[in-house]
Nanobody, 120 residues
């Protein structure tokens, strides 16, 4: 019954900003790593950024200095603040989380994806 629900995607001009949100809900006991991946048409899925429960972050080189990942553990939510967006950032963005449910062990969960389009 665990689900990840993403929001915040949309159409933005180059240089603009968006904030993506991902909320984990259901029978959750604990969440370890949370993060975002993206996949552009015809391209391989790639890690954008992730964050541990202790707050340690990891960013892809292509987004360093432009994107910021942070989480609210009390709300089981992770945010991706995207600034100075480029057309190359256009992709479907997927939330990912490693979750310990109340009735199962540690498992990887994925959101259904939210479209980000950067175009003039």
């Amino acid at each position: 019954q665990v689900q990840l629900v993403e929001s915040g995607g949309g159409l933005v001009q180059p240089g603009g900003s968006l904030r993506l949100s991902c909320v984990a809900s259901g029978s959750i006991f604990s969440i370890n790593v949370m993060g975002w991946y993206r996949q552009a048409p015809g391209k391989q899925r790639e890690l954008v950024a992730d964050i541990t429960g202790g707050g340690a972050t990891n960013y892809a080189d292509s987004v360093k200095g432009r994107f910021t990942l942070f989480r609210d553990n009390a709300k089981n939510t992770v945010y991706l603040q995207m600034n100075s967006l480029k057309p190359e950032d256009t992709a479907v963005y997927y939330c990912h989380a490693e979750i310990l449910s109340t009735h199962r062990g540690w498992e990887n969960y994925w959101g259904q994806g939210t479209q980000v389009t950067v175009s003039s």
